[in-house]
């Protein structure tokens, strides 16, 4: 899909170098599954049938999660009036809309890739922004969807999911032999929960690796498109403020989804802990929007 929004060439070259890297784990994963289990058959109905069900249902899953809502242009005419504005501008096609009815400001775009893309936001954001901030908001989710930066992250994401799933499967499966494990099955098991705690672990880190480049490439691609980088660093301004006052059972909710918000649904905390983040930090995305204030010749 062509668009309007720029290349981002260094987004490209992470994206293919995070799959590259992922895929190598993923290969060497299964490979060692089918030597340990050997059962080809078991681990590719596993692969396969997680791979599928989160690449072509990531939309279902999301919406129906975060309580969201398709919504028509007479429901929300304003709303759909700024994504067919930005997506004119933009040159892409109109994905779904969709409302969160959640008091979370926050947004998010998801889908394997732009004609089967959603965009929802949350009544919490609607009723917070003023018309040029969410604009801002917008068109950085349009970005995600115009990168493929959903369809990346999902089957990005899948490798972890699989090494949790397994480590669950090797407690409870009766291919153990249940309560009866002798010294060679025990020991196994412990191999397999080694290897796959191992593989969660490298997926997790190079996931967020890319996931935090993701959010700074989304933030760039939507001040340029609108043209005001002010009003995109307001609304982040906005809505990290508000999210610490937020209801813990929303938060809880959208802990999930994280990787795909607008504003991470978590309050920052230590350097550790931005290595584990989805999102990098406000100041550096504020900062990142002043400096492009200053290329396009404006008023940070």
Known sequence: ??????????LTVRMLAVTFLLGLVFVAFIAVLIVLLKSLVLVAVIAVGLVAAQFW???????????????TPAEQPALHGSVDRLCALADMPKPRVAVSQMDLPNAFATGRNADHAVVCVTTGLLRRLEPGELDGVLAHELSHVAHRD????????????????LVRFAFYSDLFGGGRRDQNTAALLGIVLSVSLLVYALSFLLVRALSRYRELAADR???????????????????????????????RTARSFNAFFFSPALKEGSALATVFSTHPSLQRRLDNLAKLS??????A
């Open 150 to 165: 959903v369809a990346v992250i999902t089957v990005a994401s899948f490798l972890g999911v699989l090494a949790g799933l």
């Open 1 to 10: 899909m062509q668009s309007r929004f720029a290349p981002d060439r260094q």
């Open 294 to 299: 200053t290329e396009m010749g404006l008023q």
């Open 221 to 251: 691609s939507a001040a340029e498109l609108t043209g005001r980088p002010a009003e995109l660093a307001s609304a982040l301004v906005k809505v990290s403020g508000t999210i610490s006052r937020i209801p813990t059972e929303d938060l």
């Open 57 to 71: 249902f990531s939309d279902r899953i999301a919406l129906f999660a975060m309580h969201g809502k398709e919504v």
